[in-house]
Nanobody
């Protein structure tokens, strides 16, 4: 079993920045791909960013490309999401997830562990 705890969410003005952190415990995730997803009420969970187990491959949703950066620290079992130039449409609950394999994947069904989420609210 893997437990994931996200942190770093909050309220920020448009144009501001936040850094989300995800701490994994229970088992090492160093050989697993990791991802960030987000969800707003009434909508499906949306892919944001993913990173391979080596950190060498990253993929982003078009809506965040150039503004968000995903990274990981395998020694600390951590994954991060640096979010810059935030927009009101980035408002959502952000979830960290562990992939079933080592690749970077955009599909929610490829992930088997999820955190509880952290709220990000961007005011205009």
């Amino acid at each position: 079993q893997v437990q994931l705890v996200e942190s770093g969410g909050g309220l920020v003005q448009a144009g501001g920045s936040l850094r989300l952190s995800c701490a994994a415990s229970g088992r090492t995730v160093s050989r697993r791909g990791m991802g960030w997803f987000r969800q707003v009420p009434g909508k499906e969970r949306e892919f944001v960013a993913t990173i391979s187990w080596t950190g060498g491959i990253t993929t982003y949703a078009d809506s965040v490309k150039g503004r968000f950066t995903i990274s990981r620290d395998n020694a600390e079992n951590m994954v991060y999401l640096q979010m810059n130039s935030l927009k009101p449409e980035d408002t959502a609950v952000y979830y960290c997830a562990v992939a079933k394999g080592g690749v970077a994947t955009t599909t929610p069904y490829d992930y088997d562990y999820w955190g509880q989420g952290t709220q990000v609210t961007v005011s205009s």
